[in-house]
């Protein structure tokens, strides 16, 4: 009877599904792959390995044990100290808009969960949320959330995901580079963990502060990882950069990563190491 | 040279020196005459930079003839030892420092060089710092730290350097490493903005107890170009990007993010070294003696709370 019921299905559809809705292709490799194959393999592209930027809440299941998560410092959000403006309007309009797409109140959820049964504090930060740009907001949740870890003895991971140094807030946003610093030396001080993984981009104000000062750097694959434009680079050697430039793989060639991970593999990574921390 | 702006400083000049030009030893009405002058001259520079917009400002900042570190070296220092190199990689000519002594105190002085004329230019990459600038800085401060002496920076720069080198250096590791390494030093440091505060480049050596800044200094996340040409895609509104940035040093007061200005003279510190430097050296003798008399428990924990503070609002 299965076959029969099928069709009544089919039939009570008043549209077949657009092709859009059954497959997408690869932003990368332009393969095509269905939607479900691609939901399924964590947004990344079979073939080519391409990751696709998630939000925070699908960092969240990728890595955490389901259910474990408590969001904290939900309240902090972005602030707009220089009443700043510029040719497309303020910036308050455009943070607003920002809040109303994404559901976020700025660049950077923070709360702890567990990964595989071993407590963490973690700070994910979203692109969707003005390029993931680092503000005050940002920072003061990223600081707060290292406190909480020092608190309750908690190792630290922070999810980079970032333009850098949001200019709307200017100078306070820059200042959020040595304040997210501060609050990691100590942790660090207080001998715990801290695990810094860089997606796709973590560049600028983010690459030169909190995302480069882990006791791990996890990359995911094919990430942008740099702390120039690569067009002011080349702009100022004159000269062009090869194709692989500031990429995850390019920075363990380096030195500045430690390893890149899958994002299937990431969640049993993490374990790993944290056990090694002495985690449990 | 004389700034677009200053156009009228700069004709009141031109008439004196034709008047000098024609009357070599002045006497009785001429002397008054020039005096005169003179006294139009100074009005006209007090009123012009009493009214310095951001942008104006920008271009006091990175006047041809301002003060350079090694003029606050030789200004307020009656020694100076430099030390070079990180030990890692080589010697950055952009970034110096070594014992210093001003007054009674023995410090370890680290700042930007941007270079005089365009050879040294060259060899100090315009005051854009490598990695190797910012490791030298850390190893120095670690130094202070250990031979409990405090710390003064010089802060003028455009920026780090934005190079294929230094990135694959680690620019963004070196400046992140100093802001944590800055946080948890147990010496006193005091950061003081003479020119241009650049970013990261600025912020690399610039977690002070105490950070001081010039008063046409300038201190910014972004050049004002840079933002012009990203939030307003137009490289010349770097006026209204400026404006707008809030990167003057009475600004930044007003932030909270400095914790005194160093009044200039008229017409800008390049105008008169000697003052400038007078000025300076009071403010941090003022500061240096203060900052001795606090352990350094008390120090980083003060340093740790006046940064968190930073942009927390609610």
């Keep these: 009877m299965a076959w029969f019921h099928k069709s009544k299905e089919i039939a009570a559809k008043p549209e077949s599904p657009k092709k859009e809705d059954i497959w997408i292709q690869c932003p990368s490799c332009k393969a095509h792959i269905y939607k479900d194959e691609w939901e399924k393999n964590l947004k990344v592209c079979d073939r080519c390995h391409f990751h696709e930027r998630l939000t925070w809440k699908e960092r969240v299941d990728v890595l955490l044990d389901a259910g474990t998560f408590v969001e904290l410092n939900a309240k902090v959000s972005w602030n707009d100290p220089l009443k700043f403006s510029d040719s497309k309007g303020p910036y308050a309009e455009k943070a607003v808009e920002n809040c109303e797409k994404t559901g976020m109140k700025e660049s950077v959820a923070t709360g702890a969960g567990k990964i595989n049964g071993i407590k963490v504090a973690i700070a994910i930060m979203d692109f969707r949320f003005m390029g993931g740009s680092l503000a005050s907001g940002t920072g003061e949740k990223i600081l707060q959330t290292a406190l909480y870890a020092i608190r309750h003895k908690l190792p630290y991971i922070i999810l980079s995901a970032s333009g850098g140094a949001r200019m709307h807030e200017g100078i306070i946003s820059l200042m959020q580079m040595p304040k997210t610093c501060a609050a990691l030396a100590q942790l660090r001080e207080a001998n715990l963990p801290y695990i810094s993984i860089m997606t796709d981009p973590t560049t600028g104000g983010v690459s030169a502060s909190f995302a480069m000062v882990g006791d791990i750097h996890i990359a995911e694959p094919r990430s942008l990882i740099g702390f120039a434009g690569r067009r002011v680079i080349e702009e100022t050697i004159k000269q062009k950069l090869p194709e692989d430039f500031q990429t995850a793989e390019y920075l363990v060639d380096h030195g500045f990563v430690d390893m890149i991970v899958h994002r299937k593999d990431m969640k049993d990574m993490l374990s790993k190491i944290l056990k090694y921390a002495g985690c449990r | ?314």
């Design chain 2, 1 to 314: 040279m004389s700034l677009d702006f200053e156009k009228d400083v700069a004709e009141i000049e031109s008439r004196i020196e034709e008047f000098k030009a024609k009357n070599p030893e002045p006497t009785g009405t001429l002397v008054k005459e020039l005096n005169r002058f003179e006294m139009e001259r100074a009005d006209k520079l007090k009123e012009i930079y009493a009214n310095l917009t951001p942008w104006q400002t920008v271009q006091v900042a990175r006047h041809p003839e301002r003060p350079l570190i090694r003029d606050f070296i030789s200004g307020l220092c009656s020694e100076f030892i430099e030390l070079h190199g990180d030990r890692l990689f080589g010697d950055d000519r952009g970034m110096i420092g070594g014992f210093a002594t001003i007054e009674n105190h023995r410090v370890m002085v680290i700042g930007h060089q941007k270079g005089k004329d365009l050879d040294e230019k060259i060899k100090c990459n315009f005051g854009q710092a490598c990695p190797e600038g910012y490791r030298k800085a850390l190893r120095l401060m670690k130094l202070a730290e250990k031979f409990h002496i405090p710390v003064v920076t010089f802060i003028d720069t455009p920026g780090a350097f934005p190079g294929r080198d230094a990135e694959e250096r680690g620019q963004a590791e070196a400046i992140a490493r100093n802001l944590l390494e800055m946080a948890a030093l147990k010496t006193p440091v005091i950061a003081v903005v003479t020119g241009e505060g650049g970013s990261g480049g600025a912020i690399g050596i610039g977690v002070g107890d105490v950070v001081l800044m010039l008063s046409n200094a300038v201190y910014s996340v972004i050049s004002p170009e840079g933002c012009a040409s990203i939030l307003w895609r137009d490289g010349t509104k770097a006026a209204e990007a400026a404006n707008a940035l809030k990167i003057t040093a009475k600004s930044l007061l007003q932030l909270k993010i400095i914790d005194e200005i160093i009044p200039e003279p008229v017409g800008g510190a390049h105008r008169d070294f000697v003052t400038t430097m007078k000025t300076t050296k009071k403010v941090l003798l003022k500061h240096l003696t203060s900052l001795k008399k606090v352990s350094p428990r008390k120090l980083t924990s003060r340093r740790f709370d006046k940064f968190a503070a930073m942009g927390r609002f609610n």
